[in-house]
């Protein structure tokens, strides 16, 4: 992998980042500042606003797993950032084997090879 393949993939990420943190931004305006909700979840570190509307509960649960789903990837992003920064993006963190460049463009924060996704999900019993 290139200096020109590491800006490509920079730029992937910046923009997918960019897409993550509004989608963040549209479940806080919409669900998460209406509720008050204030639990130890990842999504507590936003700001709460006052709730002035009820929301349906299925629609607040909904809400909630994008919001944690997207920080989750969002933490991802950061630090496929990182390592394009150091140099060792592309490589898979657990073996160090290099991930395919088909599966970057697909998933460009993937931080493990198939391979080892493939381990990871079996122990998660996925
Ligand atoms: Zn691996």
């Not at 993550?20 to 979840?41: F, Q």
């Not at 002035?52 to 950032?81: F, N, Q, R």
């Amino acid at each position: 992998m290139n200096k020109s393949d590491f800006d490509h993939f920079r730029k992937l990420l910046l923009k997918e980042r960019k897409r993550l943190l509004e989608e963040l931004g549209w479940v806080e305006a919409n669900y998460i500042g209406k509720s008050g909700r204030d639990t130890s979840g990842e999504i507590s570190s936003f700001p709460v606003h006052p709730a002035d509307v009820g929301t349906d509960s299925m629609e607040m649960e909904k809400a909630y797993l994008i919001g944690s789903a997207s920080s989750e990837t969002l933490e991802d992003i950061d630090e496929a950032l990182q390592r394009i920064e150091t140099g060792d993006y592309g490589k898979c963190v657990e073996c160090g084997q290099e991930i395919s460049r088909e599966r970057l463009e697909a998933v460009p924060y993937a931080k493990l090879c198939l391979h080892c996704k493939a381990k990871a999900e079996e122990n998660l019993g996925a």
